[in-house]
């Protein structure tokens, strides 16, 4: 997965993260397993939004230059819709989507909580269980 940049040039001279579909070739923490479980279902999620509507939505991950990063971001005709952070169990929304929310406060800002017992919303920051946001998914 590519980032987010609207210069095409620079989001492939950039770094991408790769995820896989089998999750037994995942190594690492139950973190780093999850948020490949999520990349996977927002993924599906992606195609099946352009087979379905026959619209382009692609799926990046959003640096600075500062190296402030959110884990996803889903994108419609080159526009940013949703930024989604993932977790563990940290149910307090972090710095980077803040920050992000504060620069650019047009965009839905979701951290999913793999622990989390019940959604809720701090400084419009949906912080969602994750079990329960990803079958809401279209897929």
């Known amino acids: ?25 995942v190594k690492g923490d139950d973190g780093i397993r999850f948020e490949n479980t999520v990349a996977v279902s927002l993924l599906k999620n992606a195609h099946y939004h352009c087979d379905a509507s026959g619209k ?26 949703e930024a989604i952070e993932v977790k563990l169990s940290d149910s307090t929304p972090s710095k980077n989507l803040h920050y992000f929310k504060q620069k650019y406060p047009n965009i839905h800002y979701t951290q999913l909580v793999l622990n989390l017992p019940q959604a809720r919303e701090i400084n419009g920051i949906r912080v969602e269980p994750a079990a329960k946001w990803l079958m809401n998914l279209a897929v």
Do not use: W
């Not at 980032?3 to 579909?21: C, S």
């Open 1 to 25: 997965m590519r980032p987010f940049h609207r210069n095409i040039a620079r989001a492939i001279t950039k770094e991408p993260k790769v995820y896989f579909f089998d999750s037994g070739c």
């Open 56 to 81: 382009l939505q692609e799926l990046h991950y959003l640096r600075d230059k500062e190296s402030r990063e959110i884990d996803f971001v889903v994108a419609r005709d080159g526009r940013i819709q």
